[in-house]
T-cell receptor
């Protein structure tokens, strides 16, 4: 399972509040990703990281920011949560030994009321 | 706009039969192809990866890739009720940090 954990696993928050989701991995993977999964849309890439302090935007990055100060941790922040950000958020890490296979964490279910 | 298309299903297959799942993609530059299995309420689990044209077998699973037709498929032999899940097709353009582009998934039901 690539040793990926996510916290919190469930969160309910109010519109306009900041929210930070954490992804932690124990396998020293260089590449990490944040996706969201919504009915009718499938999994979509929010942001990704290719090293400490190196991040870039994905397909649906508006309203989200990320930070990676240590190899093992990748944080996703919703600066001011909106109801459209209610979703299941998955973190993934990628094996960079040549196979480029991504492994997913257990997910965080976020509800914005 | 990169797109990955899958039939949403549900695809119903009797136990012991072969389940065939299909996926097409629009980006001709795609180089890596993956099948994930996702049980309801759980995270995606990687079951197969394929990088070159042809077939790749792993146990009861066979992935097939045809880059000329931009087509990827997954065959599950001797289907079991535990194979009932949503199967996600994902593609990746190249090396480095590229993320995956996912299809919306095919819901597979194995009937005992």
């Amino acid at each position: 399972d690539a040793g990926i954990t996510q916290s919190p696993r469930h969160k309910v928050t109010e519109t306009g509040t900041p929210v930070t989701l954490r992804c932690h991995q124990t396998e020293n993977h260089r590449y990490m990703y944040w996706y969201r999964q919504d009915p009718g849309h499938g999994l979509r890439l929010i942001h990704y990281s290719y090293g400490v302090k190196d991040t870039d935007k994905g397909e649906v990055s508006d309203g989200y920011s990320v930070s990676r100060s240590k190899t093992e941790d990748f944080l996703l922040t919703l600066e001011s949560a909106t109801s459209s950000q209610t979703s299941v958020y998955f973190c993934a890490a990628m094996d960079s030994t040549g196979h480029y296979e991504q492994y997913f964490g257990p997910g965080t279910r976020l509800t914005v009321t | 706009q990169k797109e990955v298309e899958q039939n949403s299903g549900p695809l119903s297959v009797p136990e012991g039969a072969i389940a065939s799942l299909n996926c097409t993609y629009s980006d001709r530059g795609s180089q890596s192809f993956f099948w994930y299995r996702q049980y309801s309420g759980k995270s995606p689990e990687l079951i197969m990866s394929i990088y070159s044209n042809g077939d790749k077998e792993d146990g009861r699973f066979t992935a097939q890739l045809n880059k000329a037709s931009q087509y990827v498929s997954l065959l599950i032999r001797d289907s079991q009720p535990s194979d009932s899940a949503t199967y996600l097709c994902a593609v990746r353009r190249g090396g480095g940090a590229d993320g995956l582009t996912f299809g919306k998934g095919t819901h597979l039901i194995i009937q005992p």
